[in-house]
């Protein structure tokens, strides 16, 4: 070997060095991490929201929240039955396949498929067929108008997969290796670990400023701000409130407080006693102070709610005001449906999810003995706690919290509305009510209907209501990001100084 070969590897190597200390990374300790990769498979929000960063929707929502353009560049409604959608051109999935129309009809054929058995089914089951005009425009048919198929398109059930390429891997395939169209291309998954993601050099809104993202989940929330303050970490999610003092304590922490369409609420098997009785689940509304509770879980961030509906949602009717706080009357209920004596039931929670829980749970178990409910109280891993939830295998009461995907009446109504995949509650008269109200025309008649429906969430009481969420994150103050009030956890744009 000549000097000036050596001179050559010795430059190349340097370079080499040079240029991988160059890269960026940034760390984020989530509270927990996706169940699966398969965006037509999840079952719960956290997948959903974590997504959203391999994959891109057909349609997204802006930082106000407003329906926006996406992979679709322009829609509009051509028959009362269908949608016509022009696509963005010259977008390419990560392992170079090109996406168009093909993709579109594959990937909601797939989705409505009652053969695949996608568990998120109900929201896309108004579409009956998709019609491809060219390359790059398509056709959605519904079974009628549907006021919410843009809403639809913009969220976990409007995401796009590579035909080709589920060809030749399959439903496994994906789900080991996602490829999507979005900013991050995967590049491993270690449970319980990390997740690793790349920047998409070919984005097509442009290529990530950072070059590696990599989540871990830690679910104890004081192990997450350890590390956010060590350094270890640059953003953590679900930082339950009481902990906001201490990470406002430090100089280069910033604190990220975000209202969301999150509700907080506790699950009743409808299906057997105590709860197949009206009259003890509006006990178990009379018996929550939910103020109180309200203080000691969330520092007083949130407003309490008539129903799972928060405020700014379409159709929300503020005029259905919440149960009041009263224990006398939930012991009338209780005695007139036959427990003079209070009853003692079973309830669950869990830990390791996108909000806290289990502190909620403990709250509320030591408030409601008053009125004359006495629980048996367990908490579990969400690992252990979500196939049992969707197996419909849990206490006969466990506390909860939904997003409002849609910012619609309809749309949370209808994922609560299942009499599966967690939820026990299913009535025939709230179903008819959510096809009037999605195949109305007119917005007056229509938030007439979604208003009819909370009436019927209140009086049947099929759930105990809480309150509104309030999500915090916290990051390194170098970090360039912005939460939403959505709760997607989109990385993009991200940088950091």
Known sequence: MTAVTRTLIALVATTALALAAAQTTVTVATSA?????DPHKATERYTSIFLTNIYDSLISRGDDLSISP??????????????????????????GEPFNSESVKYTLERYIDPDFASPQRTHVRTITGVEIVDDYTVNIITDGPDALLLARMS?????MLPPRYMAEVGDEGLNAHPIGTGPWKFVEWVKNERIVLEAFDDYWRGRPEVDRLVLRPIPEPASRIASLATGEVDLIDAVPTVLIPQLESYDNIDVLPVGTARVFFIILDVTKPPFDDVRVRQALNYALDVESIMAAVARGQGQVVATIIVPGSTGYDASIEP?????ERARELLAEAGYPDGITVGFDS???????????????????SDAGFNTELTIYDNSVFGPMRANLDTAPMYAYSYGNWALDV????ASLNQGHTGYYYKSAEVDELIDRANQ??????????????QQVFKDDAP???????????AKNSALDFTPREDEIMRFYPLSID
């Open 463 to 473: 759930y105990a209501y809480l309150y509104q969420h309030t999500t915090v994150y």
């Open 440 to 453: 109305a025309v007119d917005p007056a008649e229509r938030d007439a209907i979604l208003s009819e429906i």
């Open 323 to 327: 149960y009041p706080y009263d224990p």
């Open 350 to 368: 869990f830990t390791g999810s996108i909000a806290d829980h289990a502190t909620l749970a403990e709250a509320i178990a030591g408030q409601i």
């Open 410 to 413: 309809s749309a949370i109504v």
């Open 33 to 37: 991490e996706p169940a699966v990769m």
């Open 70 to 95: 996406n992979l679709a560049e322009s829609w509009e409604q051509i028959a009362p039955d269908t949608w016509q959608f022009h696509l963005r051109q010259g977008v390419t999935f990560h392992n």
């Open 155 to 159: 969220e976990l059930f409007g995401i």
